[in-house]
């Protein structure tokens, strides 16, 4: 589905990814795990048309999306829910999710998904009408991925879902990915918790200093020595 060939990106003159290889089959959950600084949420920027490429070409479905804007990835299939939220924290849950819907002119489907959403989501339909600045920490990352998925995605990106959660919430959202999946979305997950990504996911990636690792099924790396003195302990 999609494909990161040899790519490289830098902040300057500093390499950020070095000759990246990733590969993401149709209705998996693929996870990248790494420290701080180690080239995740680049690789995600890249991917969604923010971070331009130096060299190398990231294709969807055998296609090349190397100089497509960001506007027409979206449309393409491709949604990002960014680190840190970045919800509109002065608009309304409500407008938050038409924003997710941008590209979208079939009114009676996005209605659709607002049901869907906030099936999904039960406390956004609570709050739909308050401002989505005072929302909680929780209620934020739901309302940060029903606005990704108002672009009906073919693939969602997430970035650090897990970030500055309470471990019950954290089990929450990652219950929701699961779910997510299940219903024909493909997933990439950037997470710093590694315990819960690869619990979640089919495959994993890690990446360290721009460059690729290890790779292989989510599972047996949970088993792996060396993922578990790196990522898993402490």
């Keep these: 589905m999609l494909e990161l060939k040899e790519v490289n990106v830098f902040y300057g003159v500093i390499h950020a990814l070095k000759n990246l290889n990733i590969k993401i089959e149709e209705g998996e959950v693929v996870t990248l795990i790494g420290a701080n ?13 923010i971070q331009k490429l130096k060299s190398g ?6 296609e090349s999306i190397n100089n497509v804007g960001a506007p027409d990835i979206v449309k393409l299939g491709i949604s990002h829910v960014p680190e ?15 924003m997710g819907a941008f590209t979208r002119t079939d009114k009676s489907e996005v209605k659709k998904d607002f049901e869907k959403i906030f099936s999904l989501f039960p406390r956004l339909l ?10 909680s920490g929780g209620e934020q990352q739901m309302l940060a991925i029903g606005r990704g998925l ?19 919430i954290v089990k929450e959202i990652f219950s929701i990915i699961k779910e997510i999946n299940k219903a024909g979305t493909t997933v990439l997950l950037v997470e710093q918790n590694a315990y819960m990504a690869l619990n979640a996911a089919d495959r994993a990636y890690i990446i360290r ?6 790779q292989g ?16 302990e402490g």
């Design 37 to 49: 600084g180690a080239g995740k949420s680049t690789t995600l920027k890249a991917i969604s048309g």
């Design 57 to 62: 070409e990231i294709t969807l479905n055998g």
């Design 84 to 98: 840190g939220r970045r919800i509109f924290s002065r608009m309304s849950v409500m407008e938050n999710l038409e």
């Design 126 to 135: 609570e709050r739909k009408e308050q401002m989505a600045g005072t929302l």
């Design 150 to 168: 108002m672009s009906r995605p073919k693939l969602l990106l997430l970035d650090e879902p897990s970030m500055g959660l309470a471990p019950i």
């Design 209 to 214: 200093n721009g460059e690729i690792e290890m």
């Design 217 to 232: 099924d989510a599972k047996t790396m949970l088993q792996d020595e060396k993922v578990k003195k790196a990522y898993l």
